[in-house]
């Protein structure tokens, strides 16, 4: 088990924004894990959709991208195939892997920045498709240290969102999918990524989508209508590209981002009577800040 004192985790966040960790620890088994659970830790993904405070977080912060990232095809038949995918995977080696094992319906992942466990939790997807649509059981570790599989119809699976933090720390899943052309597969993976390329800012650091998109709306049509596109406060600035998403553009903080989300949050009350609600999750002590 790997075990990093006073870590940075501007280091493994994807806005490259945060203070330091008192332990990072990375398990490499569910035996490692096990004892962990009792001091309750904070559980670190891949750094995506995740602003980590200056201040940093306190006690032991668990990031199973080490140990947990197995990725195995259990069964094929009759034209499906049963995949257990780790926590700790990348999302884009997933659907990497299915392309090469000739597997359809995780197209939709190739561009989504994080790991599988992550992805769970929020229910991570695009217009393509989501975690729900693949997901057939969850593996979780419960604070006793038990473990035990969640069926999908138990997962509380919802818009950006599910119960599954609720349940424990989620160690991995057992997806179902269904047997394509590669080919296909592979032109629909090549057509999601130009278009990810075409209206994401990926030259900055960022958390990808800031706010979760209202029923009927995008979330960056009324952030660009309050006129906030290339807002900015310090070092974090509202995309030119796609105003949904927080950039760093060097030496951005957490209050900074803090500070700019709630102003995205004003005025876009104020132009179109719509309260957004934030996709991104704030870890760590930001009451120095006043960050709510």
Same mark, same amino acid.
């Given at each position: 088990?790997?075990?990093?004192?006073?870590?940075?985790?501007?280091?493994?966040?994807?806005?490259?924004?945060?203070?330091?960790?008192?332990?990072?620890?990375?398990?490499?088994?569910?035996?490692?894990?096990?004892?962990?659970?009792? %001091?309750?830790?904070?559980?670190?993904?891949?750094?995506?959709?995740?602003?980590?405070?200056?201040?940093?977080?306190?006690?032991?912060?668990?990031?199973?991208?080490?140990?947990?990232?197995?990725?195995?095809?259990?069964?094929?038949?009759?034209?499906?195939?049963?995949?257990?995918?780790?926590?700790?995977?990348?999302?884009?080696?997933?659907?990497?892997?299915?392309?090469?094992?000739?597997?359809?319906?995780?197209?939709?992942?190739? @561009?989504?920045?994080?790991?599988?466990?992550?992805?769970?939790?929020?229910?991570?997807?695009? @217009?393509?498709?989501?975690?729900?649509?693949?997901?057939?059981?969850?593996?979780?570790?419960?604070?006793?240290?038990?473990?035990?599989?969640?069926?999908?119809?138990?997962?509380?699976?919802?818009?950006?969102?599910?119960?599954?933090?609720?349940?424990?720390?989620?160690?991995?899943?057992?997806?179902?999918?269904?047997?394509?052309?590669?080919?296909?597969? %592979?032109?629909?993976?090549?057509?999601?990524?130009?278009?990810?390329?075409?209206?994401?800012?990926?030259?900055?650091?960022?958390?990808?989508?800031?706010?979760?998109?209202?029923?009927?709306?995008?979330?960056?049509?009324?952030?660009?209508?309050?006129?906030?596109?290339?807002?900015?406060?310090?070092?974090?600035?509202?995309?030119?590209?796609?105003?949904?998403?927080?950039?760093?553009?060097?030496?951005?903080?957490?209050?900074?981002?803090?500070?700019?989300?709630?102003?995205?949050?004003?005025?876009?009350?104020?132009?179109?009577?719509?309260?957004?609600?934030?996709?991104? %999750?704030?870890? @760590?002590?930001?009451?120095?800040?006043?960050?709510?």
């Amino acid at each position: 088990m790997i075990v990093l004192e006073r870590e940075p985790l501007w280091k493994w966040t994807t806005l490259r924004i945060g203070g330091p960790a008192d332990r990072l620890v990375f398990p490499e088994s569910p035996e490692e894990l096990a004892p962990l659970m009792e %001091r309750r830790p904070f559980i670190l993904g891949g750094g995506s959709n995740l602003l980590a405070a200056d201040a940093g977080i306190r006690g032991d912060v668990v990031c199973l991208a080490k140990g947990f990232a197995r990725v195995e095809i259990v069964q094929r038949r009759g034209g499906m195939a049963r995949v257990y995918a780790g926590a700790g995977a990348r999302l884009a080696r997933l659907a990497a892997a299915c392309y090469r094992a000739g597997l359809t319906g995780m197209e939709f992942a190739l @561009g989504i920045p994080g790991l599988v466990g992550g992805a769970l939790i929020m229910n991570a997807g695009t @217009g393509e498709g989501e975690m729900k649509d693949v997901v057939e059981r969850v593996t979780v570790m419960e604070r006793g240290g038990a473990q035990r599989e969640i069926a999908v119809d138990e997962c509380g699976f919802a818009y950006r969102a599910s119960a599954l933090a609720a349940r424990g720390v989620v160690t991995g899943a057992f997806l179902r999918l269904g047997e394509g052309e590669r080919e296909t597969i %592979r032109q629909t993976m090549r057509r999601l990524q130009r278009a990810r390329l075409a209206a994401q800012p990926l030259d900055l650091p960022s958390a990808g989508s800031v706010f979760k998109n209202p029923p009927g709306e995008s979330a960056w049509r009324l952030i660009a209508q309050a006129g906030l596109r290339g807002a900015r406060v310090g070092g974090a600035q509202v995309s030119e590209k796609h105003a949904n998403f927080i950039v760093n553009t060097g030496g951005a903080t957490a209050k900074d981002v803090v500070a700019l989300m709630e102003t995205i949050e004003r005025r876009v009350k104020a132009t179109s009577g719509v309260t957004l609600e934030r996709e991104i %999750r704030l870890a @760590g002590d930001f009451s120095a800040d006043g960050a709510r």
